[in-house]
């Protein structure tokens, strides 16, 4: 992962991914955004998984499926809390 700690996988025009996007860009915080069919091979191997889930959302160690503002605030805000 580059050197900011949220990453959002997409799907180009996926609602899901729409809406964590507008909510990050609303609540400052710096992410890169790669959609699924540019994934890296190391983001895979991350993921674990074979079934894929848009958006998916990787806050430092942690993979949030879906997009949930709740869930993840809580995971943001443990990952810059515990650096």
């Given amino acids: 992962m580059n050197n900011q700690q949220v ?5 180009p025009g996926c609602f899901g991914g729409r809406r964590a996007r507008n909510y990050l860009k ?16 190391e983001f895979r191997n991350k993921l674990n998984s074979l079934v894929v889930v ?7 160690n942690r ?13 943001y805000h443990q990952q810059v809390k515990d650096e």
């Avoid at 990453?7 to 799907?11: E, G, N």
């Fill in 7 to 11: 990453t959002l996988l997409t799907h």
């Fill in 26 to 41: 609303n609540q400052r915080i710096p992410f890169e955004e790669i959609h699924w069919s540019e994934i890296p091979s």
């Fill in 54 to 60: 848009s958006p998916t959302i990787l806050v430092g």
């Fill in 63 to 75: 993979v949030l499926r879906g997009f949930d503002s709740d869930q993840f605030q809580q995971v």
